[in-house]
Nanobody, 129 residues
Framework: QVQLVESGGGSVQAGGSLRLSCAAFGYSYSIYYMGWFRQAPGKEREGVAAIYTGDSSTYYADSVKGRFTISQDSAKNTLYLQMNSLKPEDTAMYYC??????????????????????WGQGTQVTVSS
């Protein structure tokens, strides 16, 4: 049973930083996709960043490029999202997601919900002005 467990959320002031973690359990694949999504109240869930473990390539939504960095520690089975220069509009519930179906995803799919078949429960990030 695959499990994804996020941590690291919290409240910060604008301009601050947070690092989210996503610990993954119960899988044995070495090549797959993982991503971070967020959902603000009253809005749809949106893709923030994604990584393909086959070549460690990373992809970002335009709204976070240059501020957020996705990375993975394969030895610890942990995905990270380093968030710098946070803005109030970054306030949302952040979710970790993974896809182990062995498909080839394009960039749009990597930042879209249907691209993933496992989801964590989320961790709240609140940025105050």
């Amino acid at each position: 049973q695959v499990q994804l467990v996020e941590s690291g959320g919290g409240s910060v002031q604008a301009g601050g930083s947070l690092r989210l973690s996503c610990a993954a359990f119960g899988y044995s694949y070495s090549i797959y996709y993982m991503g971070w999504f967020r959902q603000a109240p009253g809005k749809e869930r949106e893709g923030v960043a994604a990584i393909y473990t086959g070549d460690s390539s990373t992809y970002y939504a335009d709204s976070v490029k240059g501020r957020f960095t996705i990375s993975q520690d394969s030895a610890k089975n942990t995905l990270y999202l380093q968030m710098n220069s946070l803005k109030p509009e970054d306030t949302a519930m952040y979710y970790c997601a993974a896809d182990f179906r062995g498909r080839q995803l394009n960039v749009i799919q990597m930042l879209s919900e249907p691209g993933y078949n496992y989801w964590g429960q989320g961790t709240q990030v609140t940025v105050s002005s």
